[in-house]
């Protein structure tokens, strides 16, 4: 996985347990410019798991996460861990469905150049 640059998942079912295999995954993918987990019924328990990937995938550009079950706190949780994680070049993040408020939506606008 180590040149791997693009990830799709999205429509395949992952779910929160299957997060734990994907962070495992992609423990070494810092070639990653793209991840879409989109539709995948992940909630605030799975992106709390999600978090780890972020430090592993650091030229991510682009991260679709649209259409799962995140509430304010599971959005604000996963941009505060990219913003940890120094992912401040973002060209395009997907929150469709997501629950964006107001705070999250600044903190998100932040990282995406």
């Not at 070494?28 to 990937?53: C, F, P, Q, W």
Request: proline share 0%.
């Amino acid at each position: 996985m180590r040149n791997l640059t693009t990830l799709d998942l999205s429509e395949t079912g992952l779910g929160d347990n299957g997060c734990l295999v994907l962070v495992a995954a992609l423990d070494h993918a810092e070639h990653l410019t793209s991840l879409s987990l989109a539709g995948n019924g992940i909630t605030d328990r799975g992106m709390k798991v999600l978090e780890y990937v972020f430090n592993s995938v650091k030229k991510l550009k682009t991260f679709d996460f649209g259409n799962n079950s995140l509430t304010e706190s599971g959005c604000h949780s996963m941009v505060k861990a990219m913003e940890k994680a120094g992912l401040s070049r973002l060209l395009h993040v997907n929150v469709v469905v997501c629950v964006i408020t107001l705070r999250v939506g600044i903190l998100l606008l932040k990282l995406v150049s």
